[in-house]
């Protein structure tokens, strides 16, 4: 069994991990993303306990390592501090919501006390109109159109309320479902987290749901759902120069839930800061 580490993507190459780890590795696969194996198979017999032990403990080495690579990756791909940029845009975005009593992103709360979180919804699915909230205007206007090759959005996109992401944008909000008319105000459960990382720096997007029955998750964030998403998301600037856009990579539902907080805590905290970063840090 080999393994492969590629520190600028974060990513591990293990070769021959067939028999007889051939359910562990493929277990391995669907948990951590950044994993990438051969699932080439190699017969071995074990015959005692001692030699089963002796197998077993590559194993559990491999577990241990992608473990720690993937709480780096999310490290890394969520720190607790601000850019500077991104401070600043807060600050503006804040001097342009101040024209209106009632802001959609500056008022309407990140999260109820039932644990649900808010999404404004800017882009209903299926559509390849870029709309965006004009802070001042407090209306969605077009930023570009995608390309007709590229397609309509493949989700209902928009963003949570009362946050600020590294880029200096509302923190990003995927809802699962049929189409939502751009302008809503939707309730959802947090389903998992997309990290993104395009030219502008870290773009990571929360995956709610509306809620089904008994307050549980409507519609459930499938391996489906991932490659479909995950790959327009990979793609939908191509056409852009000077643009580009990444996935490396999907989190869990406690590490949505830790991005909506961090992301309204740079809200509340870093307005004061302004051309400095800001961390959150406890």
């Excluded at 800017?122 to 090759?149: F, N, T, Y």
């Excluded at 963003?159 to 008319?181: C, E, N, R, W």
């Amino acid at each position: 069994m080999t393994l492969c580490f590629v520190r600028s993507t974060l990513r591990v190459f293990i070769a021959h991990g067939g028999e007889p780890w051939r359910r562990e590795t493929v277990a391995l696969m669907h948990m951590y993303p950044q994993v990438y194996m051969d699932i080439g198979t190699i017969w071995i017999a074990a015959y005692n306990a001692r030699e089963m032990i002796m197998w077993t403990r590559p194993v559990l080495l491999i577990v241990a390592l992608v473990t720690g690579l993937a709480v780096a990756q999310s490290q890394s791909l969520a720190p607790d501090t601000l850019p500077a940029t991104a401070v600043a845009q807060l600050v503006k975005s804040l001097d342009a919501a101040r024209a209106h009593s009632r802001h959609v992103w500056r008022d309407t709360p990140a999260r109820n006390g039932d644990g649900t979180v808010n999404a404004y919804i800017e882009i209903s699915r299926g559509d390849r109109r870029k709309w965006e909230l004009d802070m001042g205007a407090q209306a969605r206007a077009i930023d570009r159109v995608i390309p007709e090759s590229v397609g309509g959005f493949p989700v209902n996109y928009g963003f949570v309320p009362q946050t600020v992401s590294y880029d200096g944008d509302p923190f990003d909000a995927l809802v699962l479902g049929p189409a939502i008319d751009g302008g809503e105000t939707v309730r959802g459960v947090v389903v998992g987290l997309m990290y993104m990382q395009d030219e502008k720096g870290l773009d990571s997007k929360v995956v709610l749901s509306l809620l089904g029955a008994g307050g549980r998750p409507h519609h459930e964030l499938t391996a489906s759902n991932q490659q479909q998403i995950g790959e327009y998301f990979r793609r939908y600037k191509d056409h852009e120069i000077g643009a580009y856009s990444k996935v490396p990579g999907w989190g869990s539902v406690a590490e949505g839930i830790a991005l909506v907080d961090r992301t309204h805590a740079f809200f509340l905290k870093c307005r004061e800061r302004s051309g400095r970063p800001c961390s959150v840090a406890p």
